[in-house]
């Protein structure tokens, strides 16, 4: 066992053996990165029987497609549908400002992101590299990442952006300069308190709605 080998994950309940295999590859890359990540290690780190990763993702191609789609997964659950904001009557409504629950919302999206799982920020970093080299998976890593900007997009045309599209992607930028600072950037050893994101929101959004 090497000094950097990275500990079994137990699958989490009703969880599949699909999920531990990409659970583990996601925490190889993070703790190991790219050069780390091989069939063998992930059966050694999940206390699978050898082979078994190989049974489910035949090629390294299939097993980085598996981490993308599994990263997307846990990703998305940072936050819930009841926790989504609900535009009001409509963008001509003045007396509705839809600002404050799109910040806050996004604010609380944004910082569990850093705060309770900072080792997938580490992993989608190794492959959105990765993706850069292999046309196959930068094809599949672009389609799970409009996953979260078409939503965003739509969400910015219903509280009355005149240019969701390019709003959403400066938001989605903003977002991910965030993450890349507190995940191997400068700011890696000081998290921004949640109260800080929601103000950057705020002023985004004031400034791309007008309000």
Same mark, same amino acid.
């Given at each position: 066992?090497?000094?950097?080998?990275?500990?079994?994950?137990? &699958?989490?309940?009703?969880?599949?053996?699909?999920?531990?295999?990409?659970?583990?590859?996601?925490?190889? %890359?993070?703790?190991?990165?790219?050069?780390?990540?091989?069939?063998?290690? =992930?059966?050694?780190?999940?206390?699978?029987?050898?082979?078994?990763?190989?049974?489910?993702?035949?090629?390294?191609?299939?097993?980085?497609?598996?981490?993308?789609?599994?990263?997307?997964?846990?990703?998305?659950? =940072?936050?819930?549908?009841?926790?989504?904001?609900? &535009?009001?009557? @409509?963008?001509?409504?003045?007396?509705?400002?839809? =600002?404050?629950?799109?910040?806050?919302?996004?604010?609380?999206?944004?910082?569990?992101?850093?705060?309770?799982?900072?080792?997938?920020?580490?992993?989608? /970093?190794?492959?959105? %590299?990765?993706?850069?080299?292999?046309?196959?998976?930068?094809?599949? /890593?672009?389609?799970?990442?409009?996953?979260?900007?078409?939503?965003?997009?739509?969400?910015?045309?219903?509280?009355?952006?005149?240019?969701?599209?390019?709003?959403?992607?400066?938001?989605?930028?903003?977002?991910? @300069?965030?993450?890349?600072?507190?995940?191997?950037?400068?700011?890696?050893?000081?998290?921004?308190?949640?109260?800080?994101?929601?103000?950057?929101?705020?002023?985004?959004?004031?400034?791309?709605?007008?309000?």
């Amino acid at each position: 066992m090497t000094a950097d080998h990275t500990p079994a994950r137990a &699958p989490a309940p009703g969880g599949s053996r699909a999920e531990l295999i990409a659970d583990t590859a996601l925490a190889l %890359l993070a703790g190991r990165g790219m050069r780390g990540l091989t069939h063998r290690a =992930v059966d050694e780190a999940a206390g699978l029987p050898p082979g078994s990763t190989s049974n489910h993702a035949r090629t390294r191609a299939a097993l980085l497609k598996a981490a993308v789609r599994r990263l997307a997964e846990r990703e998305a659950r =940072v936050l819930g549908p009841g926790e989504m904001p609900t &535009p009001g009557d @409509g963008p001509g409504d003045p007396a509705i400002d839809p =600002v404050p629950p799109l910040a806050d919302a996004l604010a609380l999206a944004l910082h569990r992101s850093l705060t309770q799982a900072p080792e997938l920020l580490i992993a989608r /970093y190794e492959l959105a %590299l990765e993706a850069t080299r292999r046309p196959e998976l930068r094809e599949f /890593y672009d389609a799970a990442g409009r996953g979260f900007r078409e939503p965003l997009e739509a969400l910015m045309t219903a509280v009355g952006s005149a240019e969701a599209r390019r709003h959403a992607q400066s938001l989605v930028a903003w977002c991910e @300069g965030q993450m890349f600072s507190c995940a191997a950037g400068a700011d890696h050893a000081a998290m921004p308190q949640r109260a800080a994101l929601r103000a950057g929101f705020e002023e985004l959004l004031r400034g791309m709605l007008g309000r």
